[in-house]
Structures are given as C-alpha cells and as structure tokens.
C-alpha cells in the first residue's frame, strides 16, 4: 500500500488550500481513509475521516464548517477554508480496512490506521 500527499504550502489566514492523497495497492472501496495533521511540539491528531463503503464521514470540531474530506478513485482530498494560523501542521494520510462505524468511533485514533503517507506542509500565515 502506497500513500502519497501533497498540495501544501504557504497560505494567507483566511485562504484556501486542497491536500490531495494519491493512494495505490489496495481495492479502495474496502478501506477507510482519514487526514490527520501534526503541529511543531504537538501529538498527531485527527482532522478528518471517510469510509470508502457508506461514504460516512466525520470532522473534528475544530474544523467542522471550514474543511471537506472526498475521495475519487484513487485520491483522497480535504478542502480546507476559512485557514487560521492554528491550522498550521504537517498533514498526513492514512488508510485502515474498512468496518463498520470506524469513522464516528474510531477515526480519529492514529493507533487504529495500518498505512500512512508521507506529510504535507500547510502554513498560515501573513
């Protein structure tokens, strides 16, 4: 199983910005997928989660309303807007066999996740 991020960069407070997740070596209908991000001092932590089998999907609070987890084919994404200084990580994506409600109650466990990929930088930043 592959993984591979990228689209982060530099971004102003307020602005937009897609990471893309290219995932290859896997039937992809079968696994759940989530996005996490890990600041400079901080733990990994989840952001954002989606079953490939229900479509179920699940956010943290702290990026409900501004951020967007989508899969086609064979990449996953996450639209982030409304960016704040605080969303400033290195993001990572990750993928686990599916089962059920593995979003809503185990999504955002960094333990529960068999692959990952290599981070993507987001800042923002003025």
């Known amino acids: 199983v592959q993984l591979q991020a990228s689209g982060g960069g530099l971004v102003q407070p307020g602005g937009s910005l897609r990471l893309s997740c290219t995932i290859s070596?896997?039937?992809?209908?079968?696994?759940?997928y989530g996005w996490f991000r890990q600041a400079p001092g901080k733990e990994r932590e989840g952001v954002s989660c989606i079953s490939s089998h229900d479509a179920a999907s699940s956010y943290a609070d702290s990026v409900k309303g501004r951020f967007a987890i989508s899969r086609d084919k064979n990449t996953l994404y996450l639209q982030m807007t409304s960016l704040k200084p605080e969303d400033t990580a290195t993001y990572y994506c990750?993928?686990?066999?599916?089962?059920?409600?593995?979003?809503?109650?185990?999504?955002?466990?960094?333990?529960?996740?068999?692959?990952w990929g290599q981070g993507t930088l987001v800042t923002v930043s003025s």
């Open positions: 990750a993928s686990v066999p599916w089962r059920h409600y593995f979003c809503s109650r185990y999504g955002f466990r960094v333990s529960e996740y068999s692959n």
């Open positions: 070596g896997i039937n992809l209908d079968y696994f759940a």
